[in-house]
């Protein structure tokens, strides 16, 4: 199955304005993990970027899944790029 890379940034006062829809956002990070279609992500040390690893279907499923998520939504996550990724090692 493909992989995909997310690349992302997040919004100014992101600690904060990101505080009421962190637990919806990390539920839903948890389920997409457990069904394998996410690998990883997380943020940049200065809260600037969000880098993640997906496995699924098609770019599609990704941006939708993206695109459904709180951070997304709410505006915390303020734009991203998905790219498909050979994985050599």
């Known amino acids: ?14 600690l904060e304005k990101r505080a009421p829809y962190r637990q919806a956002h990390l ?19 200065d809260l600037r970027q969000v880098f993640g690893i997906y496995e699924a279907p098609d770019e599609a499923t990704v941006r939708q899944l993206i695109e459904s998520d709180p951070y997304w939504q709410q505006g915390i996550w303020t734009e991203y790029t998905v790219t498909e990724w050979i994985q050599a090692i």
């Open 1 to 14: 199955m493909p992989k995909y890379v997310l690349t992302g940034f997040y919004c100014d006062d992101v």
């Open 27 to 45: 539920d839903g990070l948890a389920q997409q993990k457990a069904a394998g279609i996410l690998i990883t992500i997380g943020p940049t040390i």
